[in-house]
């Protein structure tokens, strides 16, 4: 299983019931629902739309379930028939390689849901709610805690999963716990010692557990226009220092202290550099931006000529902070 947290399973039409069949939607293809449950199955959907880079190729199958009963029975669906799983979130930190993805796409955005908990300052929101609509929604609340979270465009899985941060805070300063499910449809809740955080980084990056919901400890209380002012100031430092004009995943790569990789890939001349469709960002070097047409390996060759650009010049080698799935080793 790949986590990329930032639909469901393999079924046939011998799985549904005349139901369903009866209510599919298109006379021609009707639609196949993951059995037990009301969860469509898409089969060679196209993944383009599904990240912020739009770029990719097709998911054989795909589902998004929007609720845990519903993921529960994808994965046990999966299992049972040796698919291989791929989780995806709001694919805002994603490059899917041009040849797509095959096995089971599971999208976790449609898991939503929110509770501002006043009594003890806690806010506890399902898996695929936006990490900056949260932030607004605390602001309106006069809730401080979430105000360097307004820029950061993912989902809280993929937040919990890769540490997601800005303006000196992170995702680990703040969570009280996580829920996660394995493969086996066990759920576990987990505390950030168990994570394993660093540095937009965590133990969930790379196994098998899938973010379903997190717990956050933030501080009630504030006066609600003072905290919308901290948060409209974040969202403004990023609209003005980062491109957000044409597709992108946000930060390619990880800061190497104590430099920050768009000062080393604006100091090895590299601001405008394009490949394809794809190009370095002029406003900020961190950025690669799909200018119109690019595809998937547009954007990994260029990833690739950074790379090899700043080792050149600085004995460094950029580490990507954006999750690249599929097929690329013959790309360049």
């Known amino acids: 299983m790949t986590i990329s947290q930032a639909d469901g399973n393999v079924c046939t039409v011998s799985t549904l019931t005349t139901e369903k069949q009866e209510t599919a939607s298109s006379v021609e293809s009707p639609v196949i629902y993951l059995p037990g449950t009301d969860c469509a199955i898409k089969s060679q959907a196209s993944l383009s739309a599904y990240t912020s880079y739009r770029v990719g190729g097709a998911a054989q199958w795909y589902i998004a379930p929007r609720n845990l009963e519903a993921l529960q029975a994808g994965l ?20 899917v390689s ?36 949260l932030a607004w929604a605390a602001a309106d609340l006069g809730w401080e805690g979430l105000e360097w979270a307004v820029g950061i465009p993912g989902t809280v899985g993929g937040a919990v999963v890769m540490n997601a941060g800005a303006h000196n805070s992170c995702t680990a300063d703040m969570l009280v716990s996580a829920q996660v499910l394995s493969p086996d449809g066990a759920l576990e ?27 956050f400890q933030l501080r009630p209380g504030a006066d609600p226009a003072k905290v919308l002012a901290a948060t409209k100031q974040h969202k403004q430092h990023r609209l003005t220092t980062q491109p957000y004009n044409f597709p992108s995943c946000g930060s390619v790569f990880r800061n190497p202290k104590p430099y920050s990789a768009g000062w080393l890939i604006e100091q090895t ?27 998937a390996s547009d954007i990994f060759c260029l990833i690739r000529h950074i790379q090899h650009q700043v080792q050149d010049r600085w004995s460094i080698w950029l580490e990507p902070e954006v999750k690249m799935l599929g097929e690329f080793q013959l790309a360049c």
């Open 269 to 295: 001349g590299l601001k405008g550099f394009q490949i394809g469709g794809a190009q370095v960002a002029q406003l900020h070097a961190n950025f690669i931006l799909n200018r119109g047409g690019a595809k």
């Open 76 to 95: 046990k669906y999966a299992k049972e028939r040796g698919i291989p799983v791929t989780v995806l979130g709001a694919g805002s930190n994603l490059l």
């Open 98 to 133: 041009d040849g797509g993805l095959a096995g089971l796409v599971i999208a976790t955005r449609h898991l939503r849901y929110s509770h501002f908990d006043p009594q003890t300052g806690q806010l506890t929101v399902a898996a695929g709610e936006s990490i900056p609509s």
């Open 189 to 215: 809740t987990l505390t950030p010692g168990e994570l394993g955080y660093s540095y937009r980084t965590s133990l969930l990056q790379g196994r098998d557990r899938i973010v379903t919901q997190a717990t």
